[in-house]
T-cell receptor, first 115, second 114 residues
């Protein structure tokens, strides 16, 4: 049973380029969360999605960041016109439909470096 | 607003010694509490969780934690650590009835020396 998959594992972008981060949840999971981990910081919640719906985006920066979780395919976190401050590890987590345990399963993360 | 405080950013300890990693939270409603471990360049792995019931929770790798509502704490303990326990440990909280997004502490780096 494959866990949460994220790709790429490492991504280097120049300032002004776009970054696309992909997350495939565990089989049977329909809830996806994105978190960002800045150096020497804990993880910060960004957005919570279900299939085709953004449920809570209260942690997303207002500009340049967007997320989607289409009916088919992985969830995508998109960062337009990246800046050096976007350099961080981005983690995706998934949970099953019932969510009664509130347990989230994390992927290995994508480490974004903006040069 | 919810917040999680991990009082120690780094904890060095010798192998086979006991360890306690401290975590305090602030919330005015019922909470669910978690400890995650992160090995270098990897994702987070759940160690244990408190949802309800017994305040002493046992997790994987010999770790346990105790929920103390009056002190709003959820400290992680292990009676005898191994070199392989060297990692970063994160305490996290979510409110009952919330959307489930986790609020994390800044982490504690546990360094086990031979």
């Amino acid at each position: 049973n494959a866990g949460v998959m994220q790709n790429p594992r490492h991504l280097v972008r120049r300032r002004g380029q776009e970054a696309r981060l992909r997350c495939s949840p565990m089989k049977g999971h329909s809830h996806v969360y994105w978190y960002r981990q800045l150096p020497e910081e804990g993880l910060k919640f960004m957005v919570y999605l279900q299939k085709e719906n953004i449920i809570d985006e209260s942690g997303m920066p207002k500009e340049r960041f967007s997320a989607e979780f289409p009916k088919e395919g992985p969830s995508i976190l998109r960062i337009q016109q990246v800046v050096r401050g976007d350099s961080a590890a981005y983690f995706c987590a998934s949970s099953p439909p019932t969510r009664r345990s509130y347990e989230q399963y994390f992927g290995p993360g994508t480490r974004l470096t903006v040069t | 607003a919810q917040s999680v405080t991990q009082l120690d950013s780094q904890v060095p300890v010798f192998e086979e010694a006991p360890v306690e990693l401290r975590c305090n939270y602030s919330s005015s409603v019922s909470v669910y509490l978690f400890w995650y471990v992160q090995y270098p360049n990897q994702g987070l792995q759940l160690l244990l969780k408190y949802l309800s019931g017994s305040t002493l929770v046992k997790g994987i790798n010999g770790f346990e934690a105790e929920f103390n509502k009056s002190q709003t704490s959820f400290h992680l303990r292990k009676p005898s650590v191994h070199i392989s326990d060297t990692a970063e440990y994160f305490c996290a909280v979510t409110e009952g009835g919330s959307q489930g997004n986790l609020i994390f502490g800044k982490g504690t780096k546990l360094s086990v020396k031979p």
